[in-house]
């Protein structure tokens, strides 16, 4: 029996469909929250943020806050322990309020 051939196999397939798992499983827990469906709103001040939806409503304060992110389409603003984060897409927002918004995280959150 040739076992030395299956792990040069298994391995190799494994970390093949491994993306492919993951993609399965964010997308079937998605489905399942319901909650990430809702429209929600967003207001942006110097005291923090708040989010409102049809099931939220929420105040979250800067110092929660520990890093934003951003690329062409999306913000991302990181709270505490880097797990959770808030996506705020860019394809409503305005060349000014995107520098806005950008101006306002910089100046309330501090990386940690």
Same mark, same amino acid.
């Given at each position: 029996m ?10 190799? *397939? #494994? ?5 492919f ?11 399942? *929250?319901?909650? *990430?469906? /809702?429209?929600?709103?967003? $207001? ?6 708040h @989010?409102? $939806?049809?099931?939220?409503d ?6 929660n806050?520990?890093?934003y992110? /951003?690329?062409?389409?999306? @913000?991302?603003?990181?709270q505490?322990?880097?797990?959770? @984060? #808030?996506?705020?897409?860019?394809? /409503?927002?305005?060349?000014?309020e995107?520098?806005? *918004?950008?101006?306002?995280?910089? $100046?309330n959150?501090?990386?940690?």
């Open positions: 040739a076992t030395g051939k299956w792990p040069g196999v298994i391995l190799p *397939l #494994v970390i093949f469909l491994l993306p798992w993951i993609s399965y499983q964010t997308r079937k827990q998605y489905k399942k *929250l319901t909650v *990430l469906h /809702e429209r929600r709103t967003l $207001s942006v001040n110097e005291t923090g943020t @989010f409102k $939806s049809q099931s939220i929420a105040n979250v304060a800067w110092p806050y520990v890093d992110l /951003e690329d062409k389409r999306t @913000f991302a603003l990181m505490q322990g880097s797990q959770i @984060f #808030v996506p705020i897409p860019k394809r /409503e927002l305005t060349a000014f995107i520098d806005q *918004l950008r101006a306002l995280f910089e $100046s959150i501090i990386k940690k």
